[in-house]
């Protein structure tokens, strides 16, 4: 069995083409994932190619229309640096520790594609692109299309993720929340990210996003499109209906972490919350 590590792009590329193998970054999922008995090394069962090292696609910076997120960028990195979108510095800010942040990537989040992957809630919201590369060329594919369920992703063997892309989307406020067993270091129980811009009393952009509530983040298109050009006295008459319909778009179970009529309360609890707050913003 192989374990390398590429001296550049290109030669992890061409490994890549070359061999079925495990991407390492920062590990702290892939480890866990292949934990050996203690005392001992993690269990491997092909090749393994570590990417931490790849600076090329480490870089935070922005062009016109995206921030670039390079894929082996730590989450400490990207929590650091001013070009990262606040909603995701956020979401950020809550994931396990500060030592799991200095080698978690945002890339590995969404290839681990767990339903309680706390920065895919971010990507979806936010309509984050991923780039991916292969000796064979490169295609940009959304979050939303490329986690196909868990642990299930939209990535051919020789591809690699080398940056995810935020449009620098502008919005008035945005929230999230993130429900765990303990206020920090803990996996969520559900979580819920959201944007709203009020323009003349009337919502002008309205997008909500669920983790942990479904095999994956859940977004609803056909709600926004309803909410958004409501005036804020129409809306707070409809807040109800809206967590309702929201309630439905979601599918909670029972897992070790929390019931599923836990999680729908606490998913109803935030959407209301979130209503009530585009309301009663006194944005222009
Ligand atoms: C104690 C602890 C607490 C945690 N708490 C949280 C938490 O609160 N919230 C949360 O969301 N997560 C949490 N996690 C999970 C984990 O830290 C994150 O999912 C992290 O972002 C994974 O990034 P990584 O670089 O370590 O991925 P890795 O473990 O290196 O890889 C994860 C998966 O992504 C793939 N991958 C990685 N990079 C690429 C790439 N460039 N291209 C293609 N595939 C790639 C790997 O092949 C693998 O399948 C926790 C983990 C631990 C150990």
């Given at each position: ?9 290109d030669d992890?590329?061409k490994f890549?083409?070359e061999?079925d ?6 590990g702290?999922d ?13 269990k491997?069962?092909k ?5 931490s ?10 062009d016109?229309k ?5 894929a082996t ?5 990207i929590?650091?640096n001013?070009?990262?979108p606040e ?11 500060v030592n ?6 945002l890339a590995?989040?969404?290839a ?10 971010i990507?979806y919201l936010?309509?984050?692109e991923?780039?991916?590369k ?12 490329f ?9 051919q063997k020789?591809e690699l ?9 502008k919005?008035?406020a945005g929230m ?10 803990s ?6 990210a959201g944007i709203y811009s009020i ?6 952009k ?12 859940r977004r ?6 309803e909410?958004?050009?409501l005036?804020?006295?129409e809306?707070?008459?409809r ?30 609890n ?5 209503l ?9």
């Amino acid at each position: 069995m192989v374990k390398y590590i590429p001296s550049s792009l290109d030669d992890a590329l061409k490994f890549l083409a070359e061999h079925d193998a495990y991407i390492c970054a920062g590990g702290t999922d892939l480890m866990v994932l292949k934990r050996n008995i203690a005392g001992h090394l993690p269990k491997f069962d092909k090749d393994v190619i570590y990417v931490s090292n790849l600076k090329e696609i480490s870089k935070i910076y922005e062009d016109d229309k995206y921030v670039h997120i390079g894929a082996t960028a730590t989450l400490d990195e990207i929590y650091n640096n001013k070009l990262t979108p606040e909603l995701l510095k956020k979401a950020i800010g809550e994931v396990a520790s500060v030592n799991i942040r200095h080698f978690a990537t945002l890339a590995g989040n969404i290839a681990n594609a767990s339903p309680a992957g706390d920065t895919i809630v971010i990507d979806y919201l936010l309509d984050a692109e991923l780039i991916l590369k292969s000796v064979r060329g490169e295609r940009a594919v959304k979050a939303k299309d490329f986690v196909l369920g868990v642990r299930k992703i939209d990535r051919q063997k020789d591809e690699l993720i080398t940056e995810i892309l935020f449009p620098k989307t502008k919005y008035d406020a945005g929230m999230w929340y993130k429900v765990g067993s303990r206020k920090a270091d803990s996996i969520s129980k559900v979580s819920v990210a959201g944007i709203y811009s009020i323009q003349g009393g009337k919502v002008s952009k309205f997008a909500l996003a669920y983790g942990s509530s479904a095999i994956t983040v859940r977004r609803s298109e056909a709600l926004e499109k309803e909410i958004t050009g409501l005036s804020q006295k129409e809306l707070a008459n409809r807040i109800e209906e809206f967590v309702e319909k929201y309630s439905q778009t979601i599918s909670p179970i029972d897992d070790q972490r929390s019931t599923k009529d836990y999680r729908l309360l606490v998913a109803k609890n935030i959407t209301r919350k979130f209503l009530k707050e585009v309301v009663e913003a006194k944005h222009e």
